[in-house]
């Protein structure tokens, strides 16, 4: 039986990028439902899904996993040959360190950056907190690339599920014009290089459904797929 996975708009929904750019750059198939955020039914829609009531949710036939890392983790067991996480065990256990950090914290930028694929890049005011968030997040990914990276472009080398969990930095960074570190700047590359990047970056821009509390620009500016 083929995985499903039940996602919010692409545009947005950063939650939803994270377990979708794992499994599809790990090649791992699976068929996607997409719910539109903040329109009438959507919560119903999601709640015969998941307890929680947010997306994503992975579905195994009677099994269904909801949490982004939850899901890759669950992904990872069910196929070991994906590769998602390092072989290696330190490696390994810094990568999920990692996640969890971003799983947890960064709620700062998370507020003052929502992830906006349509946005065109510009930058705004930040307070300190998000611009310690920065600071932070390209020290970790400099860190890991570093002291685990020498097997490719990627925080591990070759792309894994910590990767995955910090695509919709990689996304905000570009889309508020972060001042970033030239290591950092060719890591980000890598990441929306990507084909599973570029297809979900079509696929939301090619979106109709609008948020109108998580626009900061006229929808006349907006990027075009």
């Known amino acids: 039986m083929t995985l499903k996975l039940i996602i919010g708009n692409k545009n947005y929904s950063s939650w939803s990028f994270r377990p979708w750019i794992g499994l599809k750059a790990a090649g791992i198939a699976f068929d996607e439902e997409v719910i539109p955020l903040y329109v009438e039914g959507s919560k119903e829609q999601i709640l015969a899904h998941s307890p929680a009531g947010k997306v994503p949710v992975l579905i195994d036939g009677a099994t269904h996993v909801w949490e982004s890392l939850a899901i890759l983790e669950y992904a990872a067991e069910k196929f070991p040959d994906a590769h998602l996480w390092p072989s290696d065990p330190a490696a390994r256990a810094h990568a999920r360190a990692i996640s969890t950090e971003m799983h947890a914290g960064f709620a700062a930028l998370r507020n003052e950056c929502g992830m906006a694929m349509w946005r065109p890049p510009a930058r705004k005011d930040l307070s300190d907190d998000a611009k310690a968030n920065i600071a932070r997040i390209q020290a970790l990914w400099t860190d890991a690339r570093t002291r ?37 700047r060719a890591y980000m590359q890598a990441m929306i290089a990507l084909p599973a990047w570029q297809e979900w ?25």
């Open 148 to 184: 685990f990276g020498a097997g490719g472009p990627f925080l591990f080398g070759r792309f894994c599920a910590a990767d995955a969990m910090y695509a919709p930095v990689v996304s905000r960074f570009e889309t508020y014009s972060i001042d970033v570190t030239a290591p950092v």
């Open 201 to 225: 970056r079509r696929a939301a821009l090619n979106e109709k459904w609008v948020i109108p509390q998580f626009e900061d620009f006229p929808q006349s500016q907006r990027l075009k797929a």
